[in-house]
């Protein structure tokens, strides 16, 4: 049992991020107060919602680089919405979020899928038509505080429970997305085609469209955290989240999701964007540059490759030695 627990990447990671608290705590022991820890976590919460979307893509061997511009977009669209219809309801603005996320994420998997793109030309793509979209439609201006309504800016800093919001919405997602990886048939299917494609098409599962629909939710995802975003810092522009994609796939990757495919968590995805979510918070606190955090992201994503190479290959060194022991 220990053994076990000691082996596996959410222990690992929760027994990480405990450390870190640890070690910034003697030098700044308010770091690890419940209310600053409230306030990371709150911080982390759009990381942690695409890094949930993210993970059922990896699972199906795909990669979504278009996340962040469809975050921005998303965000550009309903910031200048509000600024034209100021009285629109929460709920629809929402409801649109998600909408116009869910489509641009479609666009990626019907790419994927219908014409058999590789994954990441199709995102590498649709990144740059994202962006370009946004300074067409906004001139390349920004939509700034003043002129966002009060209702608009408001609903994600609203106080419930002890929590704004934007907390409570990625618990949701999370919980959500754990149910819905554990009993549904489709998201057993992104395990099934990202471990083995060819053994899940002769068992009548079409890996194209588990793909394509990985991608829609992931797409969804992004443009909810489009609305939270801008709302939540009041601005929206055309470089908006720029690179956050790489803090996305380093969360999944540092919480254990294979770029090969079909093994990961959701657990894993949520822990591996607090790693990082403590770190970003911890660096101003130390008086480390932030900038310096993409290069962090970057190395932790080769370290954790590297482990789950490792951890892959050791694996099948031992199912080996199993076969020969009956000879």
Same mark, same amino acid.
């Given at each position: 049992?220990?053994?076990?627990?000691?082996?596996?990447?959410?222990?690992?990671?929760?027994?990480?991020?405990?450390?870190?608290?640890?070690?910034?705590?003697?030098?700044?022991?308010?770091?690890? $107060?419940? #209310?600053?820890?409230?306030?990371?976590?709150?911080?982390?919460?759009?990381?942690? +919602?695409?890094?949930?979307?993210?993970?059922?893509?990896?699972?199906? !061997?795909?990669?979504?680089?278009?996340? $962040?511009?469809?975050?921005?977009?998303?965000?550009?669209?309903?910031?200048?919405?509000?600024?034209?219809?100021?009285?629109?309801?929460?709920?629809?603005?929402?409801?649109?979020?998600?909408?116009? *996320?869910?489509?641009?994420?479609?666009?990626?998997?019907?790419?994927?899928?219908?014409?058999?793109?590789?994954?990441?030309?199709?995102?590498?793509?649709?990144?740059?038509?994202?962006?370009?979209? +946004?300074?067409?439609?906004?001139?390349?201006?920004?939509?700034?505080?003043?002129?966002?309504?009060?209702?608009?800016?408001?609903?994600?800093?609203?106080?419930? /429970?002890?929590?704004?919001?934007?907390?409570? +919405?990625? &618990? /949701?997602?999370?919980?959500?997305?754990?149910?819905?990886?554990? !009993?549904?048939?489709?998201?057993?299917?992104?395990?099934?085609?990202?471990?083995?494609?060819?053994?899940?098409?002769?068992?009548?599962?079409?890996?194209?469209?588990?793909?394509?629909?990985?991608?829609?939710?992931?797409?969804?995802?992004?443009?909810?955290?489009?609305?939270?975003?801008?709302?939540?810092?009041?601005?929206?522009?055309?470089?908006?989240?720029?690179?956050? %994609?790489? %803090?996305?796939?380093?969360?999944?990757?540092?919480? @254990?999701?294979?770029?090969? *495919? *079909? &093994? @990961? #968590?959701?657990? @894993?995805?949520?822990?591996?964007?607090?790693?990082?979510?403590?770190?970003?918070?911890?660096?101003?606190?130390?008086?480390?540059?932030?900038?310096?955090?993409?290069?962090?992201?970057?190395?932790? +994503?080769? &370290?954790?490759?590297?482990?789950?190479?490792?951890?892959? !290959? #050791?694996?099948?060194?031992?199912?080996?030695? !199993?076969? %020969?022991?009956?000879?």
């Amino acid at each position: 049992m220990l053994k076990r627990l000691a082996s596996s990447r959410e222990a690992l990671l929760v027994a990480a991020i405990g450390v870190l608290l640890v070690l910034i705590s003697t030098r700044f022991p308010t770091f690890a $107060a419940p #209310s600053n820890l409230a306030n990371v976590f709150n911080d982390t919460a759009p990381l942690m +919602i695409l890094a949930i979307g993210q993970m059922m893509v990896i699972l199906t !061997r795909c990669i979504d680089l278009s996340v $962040a511009a469809n975050l921005a977009l998303t965000g550009m669209v309903v910031a200048m919405l509000n600024v034209a219809m100021p009285g629109l309801p929460i709920a629809v603005t929402l409801g649109l979020s998600l909408a116009l *996320g869910a489509v641009m994420g479609m666009a990626n998997g019907l790419l994927v899928w219908k014409l058999d793109i590789p994954p990441i030309v199709v995102t590498l793509g649709t990144m740059t038509i994202f962006r370009g979209i +946004i300074f067409v439609i906004s001139g390349g201006d920004w939509v700034n505080s003043h002129e966002m309504s009060a209702a608009f800016k408001a609903f994600p800093r609203a106080d419930l /429970a002890g929590l704004p919001v934007l907390s409570w +919405i990625a &618990i /949701a997602v999370i919980a959500a997305a754990g149910l819905f990886m554990a !009993r549904t048939a489709l998201g057993r299917a992104f395990f099934a085609v990202g471990g083995n494609p060819n053994a899940a098409v002769y068992t009548g599962l079409d890996v194209g469209r588990s793909q394509f629909w990985a991608f829609t939710i992931s797409g969804a995802l992004a443009g909810l955290t489009g609305y939270l975003w801008v709302a939540r810092y009041a601005v929206a522009y055309v470089d908006i989240a720029g690179g956050f %994609e790489l %803090e996305v796939v380093a969360a999944c990757v540092i919480g @254990g999701i294979s770029i090969a *495919g *079909g &093994i @990961g #968590s959701v657990g @894993g995805a949520v822990l591996g964007a607090l790693f990082l979510g403590v770190i970003k918070n911890a660096l101003p606190v130390v008086n480390i540059s932030p900038f310096w955090q993409l290069a962090i992201s970057g190395t932790a +994503i080769l &370290i954790a490759v590297a482990v789950n190479a490792r951890s892959t !290959r #050791s694996k099948g060194r031992i199912i080996l030695k !199993r076969a %020969e022991q009956p000879a």
